[in-house]
């Protein structure tokens, strides 16, 4: 029988390695949604190729492009963030959330409301909304796998034991392209973008190189495995092979190994709890010949102490760091910062001694979000 599956954020990096992987197996998938920002040509070809019921743009000033690039084929199109909501509740066996940044709390929430099995890439959606999205999953009775390759390699590792005897699990980081460079306030969007081990979408990226990326990740982890904020490290491993560990009480590590391809992941995630073809070639472990590991440098890169001291905090601080992370990268991808002044901006709106309060709901994550980017824009832009 066919399984059905919707994608939010098809047009990006996560969301056309999920398309190529369905393509590879189309007759066992039937696909029902798509999205996209604004990228009208990409997602309406995609919608004809794959037959989905419905194509949504979130951006309504698309809207008439997306129904003449759709026109005869019978697809619906819709625009507009309602329009992603109600797309994202329509029922399917599997939800692949790709949207970059906190603009795919929403939907996501609408998956999870029901009750679905939903493959979460979306790092921020989980950062921002912490204890309200896992709330709504327990709630919901729904199932959250984990696409990112770090959180998808401890997910697979924890299948070896039981949670509780579990001493530690270790979040692996390639360190980013920037990891030997000295002068990082000359850095230049091209350069951070250039990623040595993976091919992804800028804002992660960029994410990647101030090691803002770990620091979601560190929060990420501390949301879907129950463990204390001590119990989860990070370490350096320039290669990218071994993609996270998880420490049992025994002595006993166990660690996930694989390609720098997120195929895998998201393979991992469309087939659990059984497995699935890619057109991985075997690990070839005399070729890649080393493995290294480095203590993360706290001093040159800030990021994971910032998210750790945010995660510790709890309330709306990892919401804030969130969203002054988003509007820090944009400025810096438009060249109106420094690669330095992305973190530098990120503690300077956490330090602000104002912060709203815990949010409880999904409106009330969406509030401090919009509030910690206005405190961003700020400073940034001084009236
Ligand atoms: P991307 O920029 O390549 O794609 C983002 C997708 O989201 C696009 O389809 C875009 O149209 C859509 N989108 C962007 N802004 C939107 C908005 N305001 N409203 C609705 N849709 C919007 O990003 P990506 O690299 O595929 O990353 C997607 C998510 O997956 C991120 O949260 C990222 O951290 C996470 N992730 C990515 C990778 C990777 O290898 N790319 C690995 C791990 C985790
Ligand atoms: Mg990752």
């Keep these: 029988m066919k399984r059905s599956i919707s994608i939010l954020g098809a047009t990006g990096s996560v969301g056309e390695q999920t398309l190529d992987l369905v393509r590879r197996n189309a007759e066992s998938w039937k696909v029902t949604a798509l999205t996209a920002n604004s990228n009208v040509a990409e997602l309406a070809r995609a919608a004809r190729e794959?037959?989905?019921d419905i194509a949504v743009v979130a951006d309504e000033r698309y809207l008439g492009d997306l129904r003449d690039a759709l026109a005869g084929s019978g697809i619906e199109a819709a625009a507009g963030r309602a329009?992603?909501?109600?797309?994202?509740?329509?029922?399917?066996?599997?939800t692949m959330a790709a949207i970059v940044g906190c603009a795919g709390l929403g939907p996501v929430m609408a998956a999870i409301e029901q009750g679905g099995t939903i493959a979460l890439a979306n790092k921020e959606a989980l950062v921002s909304a912490g204890e309200v999205m896992?709330?709504?999953v327990a709630?919901?009775?729904?199932?959250?796998?984990?696409?990112?390759?770090?959180?998808?390699?401890?997910?697979q590792c924890l299948q070896g034991g039981e949670i509780g005897d579990v001493r530690s699990i270790t979040l692996t980081a390639s360190g980013g392209p920037l990891r030997m460079i000295e002068d990082l306030s000359a850095v230049t969007p091209e350069q951070a973008i250039?990623?040595?081990?993976?091919?992804?979408g800028a804002k992660i990226s960029v994410d990647s190189a101030t090691m803002f990326n770990k620091g979601l990740e560190l929060i990420e982890a501390h949301h879907l495995f129950?463990?204390?904020?001590d119990r989860i490290r990070i370490v350096v491993h320039p290669q990218s092979v071994i993609h996270s560990l998880v420490e049992y009480r025994d002595g006993s590590t166990l660690a996930q190994l694989g390609p720098s391809d997120m195929r895998v992941p998201i393979a991992s995630c469309l087939a659990w709890p059984a497995?699935?073809?890619t057109p991985m070639e075997p690990l070839d472990l005399p070729a890649i010949?080393?493995?290294t590991f480095f203590a993360p440098d706290e001093v040159r890169f800030p990021a994971t102490r910032l998210a750790r001291e945010a995660a510790e905090a709890g309330g709306a601080a990892p919401a804030v760091l969130n969203a002054a992370n988003e509007i820090a990268v944009a400025a810096f991808l438009d060249r109106k910062i420094a690669f330095s002044r992305i973190a530098v901006l990120v503690e300077n709106v956490l330090n602000q001694n104002d912060l709203p309060d815990a949010p409880r709901t999904l409106e009330e994550v969406l509030r401090v979000d919009e509030d910690a980017r206005r405190r961003a824009t700020r400073i940034l832009e001084p009236v």
């Design 50 to 52: 794959f037959r989905a």
């Design 83 to 94: 329009a992603l909501c109600e797309a994202a509740s329509r029922p399917v066996d599997i």
């Design 134 to 136: 896992t709330a709504a």
């Design 139 to 155: 709630k919901h009775g729904a199932t959250l796998l984990p696409v990112d390759s770090e959180h998808n390699a401890i997910f």
């Design 194 to 200: 250039a990623h040595p081990n993976w091919d992804m």
């Design 226 to 229: 129950p463990l204390k904020l």
């Design 275 to 277: 497995r699935m073809d």
């Design 289 to 291: 010949g080393e493995m």
